[in-house]
C-alpha cells in the first residue's frame, strides 16, 4: 500500500491492514523467494511515512523548499493494525533499523497486530510462522 489511506480498511490478499496516517508506505513481503505471502514462513512489514531533514523549511502552503535542513532525518511513524488470515500463529519481532533482530515481541490483541512506530521507533517487523 502506498498513498493516502484515509483510515480505510484494505484487504489483500490474506493480509488486512488499517492505518489512520495521512501518507503511507506499508510493503508486506515474502522472505522465501519460491513462496507467496499465504504459505511463508518468514514475512517482513516495512512501514514508512513522511520524513524530513532536521530544519527542514517550506513555505506556508508548502509549494516550495526555503531551507533543506539537515541530517539526521526525521521519520514520521506509521501506526498499523495488522491481521493475516492463516490458520498457523505468528511471532512478530521488531527489527532495529539495520534488519536485525530485537528483543521486543508484538502480541496480538483481538485478531490483529498492532504496529505502532511511534512505540517501537521501528519501520520493520518480521513475521515467523
Known amino acids: 500500500l502506498v498513498g493516502f489511506p484515509n483510515n480505510r480498511e484494505f484487504k489483500l490478499g490474506e493480509i488486512t491492514l488499517k492505518t489512520d496516517n495521512e501518507f503511507a508506505v506499508i510493503l508486506v513481503t515474502s522472505l522465501e523467494k ?5 504459505d511463508s514462513h518468514k514475512i517482513l512489514v ?3 511515512a513522511r520524513a524530513r531533514n532536521t530544519g527542514m523549511i517550506y513555505n506556508s502552503d508548502h509549494t516550495k523548499l526555503i531551507e533543506t535542513g539537515k541530517a539526521p532525518i ?4 506509521v501506526k498499523l493494525s495488522l491481521s493475516v488470515k492463516r490458520s498457523s500463529k505468528a511471532k512478530v519481532t521488531v527489527l532495529d533499523h ?3 533482530k530485537t528483543s521486543e515481541i508484538i502480541a496480538k490483541v483481538n485478531g490483529s497486530w498492532l504496529l505502532d512506530g511511534s512505540k517501537t521507533k521501528a519501520i520493520y517487523y518480521l513475521f515467523e510462522y
Open 46 to 48: 516495512t512501514t514508512m
Open 74 to 77: 526525521i521519520l514520521e511513524p
Open 34 to 38: 519460491d513462496k507467496g505471502i499465504a
Open 98 to 100: 539495520s534488519g536485525n
